[in-house]
């Protein structure tokens, strides 16, 4: 038993000592774990800001005037009049603006009559997401001018309405700072949970070691293992930096849970999700394929991951192949920890699920690489 932990701390040191020299590699780990979290939380684009507002003002009224002072930042930003309403589709098409009012001649007469006035707003929806935020916010403005306007009609100073008020919990400022950093972290750790185990074993493969290592008294299990035990101690130390020097300090992420459970559930989630890797490295004959079948792996668990596409919106049959997704289940658990503070007496299911799911794909890649090398 002496020699078996010997053995693997032998291998394991050797194996972070290989990973030292491979200078692109280690660059390739450090941008991800700092600069791509950070670039992923301070470029969000799910949220309109700024949006190029043009205005046609048909009426020139004091109400026309109240209406387009109200379209103000930071959803609007006003970008001047146009002289012809004519002239909106040409600016919608060219991407000179991304909202027009389209406000008509009389509008102020038909509002203080009584009668009904309209307004049109055209918006460029080729960005579905910022185009209908762009008319959500546009149409509730327009209502709340329109609720007020009846109100002076009627001489009242406030009319019978049913009041909604959310409470949001866990992210009360619904900031999207808090939510595409952290799903940039784990996203990160599933590609380098894949690629380094797999990036490790191609460069025995192309270096020629690997016959050198098969001969020696070495079992399979332990030529991989010390591999995966390396791996899983680089990719902690990364997660460490990201959330201390990364999260923190530039988007005052919170932890409202125990980061050290956090921490647990990661090294259980890279070690049992490396079994892919162990298929990566196998078929793989070259750092170039390894990444290129990484790539191709990554693209349909990040789709059952939940993380771009709730499972809720997807079709049926989607929707019961999540549950076999690992990451699915870590999403859920990280998110569980930082922003609900969370313990694992409700998270146990997840982990639970997870594991079960990640020792057997970790098992059928270490028997498939025994029975090639064995």
């Excluded at 109400?63 to 109200?70: C, D, F, P, Q």
Aim: glycine residues 6%.
């Amino acid at each position: 038993m002496k020699l078996f932990v010997n053995r693997l701390q032998v291998m394991t040191v050797k194996e972070l000592v290989q990973l030292t020299r491979d200078i692109i590699l280690i660059i390739a780990t450090i941008y991800l774990f700092t600069f791509d979290i950070y670039v992923a939380g301070s470029e969000t684009g799910l949220s309109l800001n700024n949006a190029a507002l043009r205005i046609y003002d048909g009426d020139h009224s004091a109400l026309s005037r109240e209406l387009i002072s109200r379209f103000r930042q930071p959803y609007f930003r006003f970008d001047g009049e146009i002289l012809n309403n004519k002239e909106a589709i040409p600016l919608l098409d060219k991407g000179k603006a991304m909202v027009i009012l389209d406000i008509p001649l009389n509008f102020q007469k038909d509002l203080v009559s009584g009668r009904q006035a309209d307004v049109q707003m055209l918006v460029d929806s080729s960005n579905s997401i910022l185009g209908f935020l762009a008319s959500s916010y546009g149409g509730q403005i327009v209502a709340d001018f329109s609720q007020e306007i009846a109100m002076r009609n009627m001489g009242l100073k406030q009319m019978p309405v049913i009041k909604d008020e959310c409470r949001v919990w866990y992210n009360p400022n619904q900031k999207m700072e808090w939510f595409m950093p952290l799903s940039e972290l784990l996203t990160v750790i599933t590609l380098l949970a894949m690629m380094l185990p797999a990036a490790a074993m191609v460069r025995e493969k192309e270096r020629g070691t690997i016959e050198q290592l098969l001969v020696s008294p070495l079992s399979p299990f332990q030529i991989m293992f010390p591999k995966i035990l390396a791996m899983t101690f680089v990719i902690l130390i990364g997660t460490v930096v990201s959330v201390f020097l990364v999260l923190e300090p530039f988007f005052h992420f919170p932890i409202r849970g125990s980061f050290i459970l956090f921490l647990i559930i990661t090294a259980l989630y890279v070690f049992t999700s490396s079994g892919i890797g162990i298929f990566i490295s196998i078929i793989a004959k070259n750092l170039s394929q390894v990444v290129m079948l990484t790539i191709l792996i990554m693209l349909p668990i990040l789709f059952l991951s939940g993380s771009t596409t709730p499972p809720e919106a997807m079709p049926g049959w989607l929707r019961v192949a999540v549950n076999f997704s690992p990451l699915y289940y870590y999403i859920e658990a990280s998110y569980s920890i930082f922003l609900k503070g969370v313990g694992l007496n409700v998270l146990w299911f997840k982990i639970l699920s997870m594991t079960a799911i990640g020792l057997g794909v970790f098992g059928i890649g270490m028997w498939r690489f025994r029975k090639q090398f064995g």
